[in-house]
């Protein structure tokens, strides 16, 4: 026969389990309900929400990065980042991928978000106009930095061709339109056609310059022949402003600008861990098959020793 008090007690104790089962539900469901109302990566990363610095590195070969992109314009407007920290080492990109990055982060120093740039190993050519970007530019003693302008790489194989009795058909619309191309000479006025857009990117990063930095006539002359200087020759001739890494950028960003020094500092994070890895193992590649390229779809402004 079964007791009672037994049955009491059963009963109780199922009643409280219901409730507790009740309580963890809704709170199971405020929380999907919050994923919905609110911002999910609130979960993934709190920090985001208050108060930090944020950290963007950019490495590697620069090109149309549109997940960046959108990224920073993502972060336009946020009130929660105080400062951002630009870690740069690249010899340089594309100039559209350069210029398309600048104008993005100026973008973000512009709307009052104090914006440092560090230059680790080397930070030339379009990288160096991404660092333009920053409200001041950090950078080693033997950091490289540099390589103003941009260049198109060819080579006329046409006389090779003749030797071992090729003959290129070449159908096309316009008299420059296929220029410049390693199976035919390149014309004296096709080659002033050439010259005359590289010169007009180097213009514009020379611009640039003088916009950002107060620099000499005569530095600026010797800048414009696209030499390459260690962080304590550019220190010299105002390329960058300190040396020295994200140690000082935090100090100065204190200092100068009022940053509290111990707010959190987040990394944007661009891309997964595989993608990390497939970056680094195409960039290897990339350098050393623009050494040698033979057509570009775009300008290039990259630092890379002739060998």
Request: include cysteine; proline fraction near 3%; charged fraction near 25%.
């Amino acid at each position: 026969m079964v007791n009672e008090l037994d049955t009491i007690s059963f009963h109780k104790r199922s009643r409280r389990n219901l409730k507790l089962w009740r309580m963890l539900a809704i709170i199971f469901f405020v929380i999907i309900l919050s994923l919905f109302l609110f911002d999910k990566n609130f979960f993934v990363n709190p920090l985001k929400y208050q108060d930090h610095i944020l950290r963007i590195t950019v490495e590697g070969f620069i090109d149309d990065d549109r997940q960046l992109a959108m990224k920073l314009d993502e972060i336009e407007g946020n009130k929660n980042i105080k400062a951002i920290i630009l870690i740069i080492d690249s010899p340089g990109g594309t100039s559209f991928g350069g210029e398309f990055l600048f104008r993005k982060l100026n973008n973000l120093s512009s709307s009052g978000i104090p914006v440092v740039s560090i230059i680790r190993t080397i930070g030339t050519s379009a990288a160096y106009a991404v660092a333009l970007s920053g409200d001041r530019i950090f950078a080693l003693e033997t950091s490289l930095v540099g390589s103003v302008g941009a260049l198109i790489r060819s080579a006329d194989l046409s006389e090779l061709f003749n030797k071992v009795g090729i003959k290129p058909e070449i159908f096309k619309s316009g008299e420059f339109k296929s220029i410049p191309s390693p199976i035919e000479k390149t014309p004296l006025e096709g080659k002033e056609v050439i010259q005359n857009s590289v010169n007009e990117v180097k213009n514009w990063f020379l611009r640039i310059i003088q916009e950002k930095r107060e620099i000499s006539k005569k530095n600026l002359s010797g800048i414009s022949k696209g030499g390459v200087y260690t962080g304590k020759q550019a220190l010299l001739i105002n390329l960058v402003d300190e040396i020295g890494g994200e140690k000082e950028a935090l100090i100065w960003l204190k200092d100068i600008k009022g940053i509290t020094k111990d707010l959190p500092i987040i990394d944007l994070k661009n891309s997964s861990k595989n993608q990390d890895f497939c970056c680094s193992f195409f960039s290897f590649f990339q350098k050393f098959l623009y050494s040698s390229n033979v057509s570009l779809d775009g300008f290039l402004s990259v630092w890379h020793p002739e060998g």
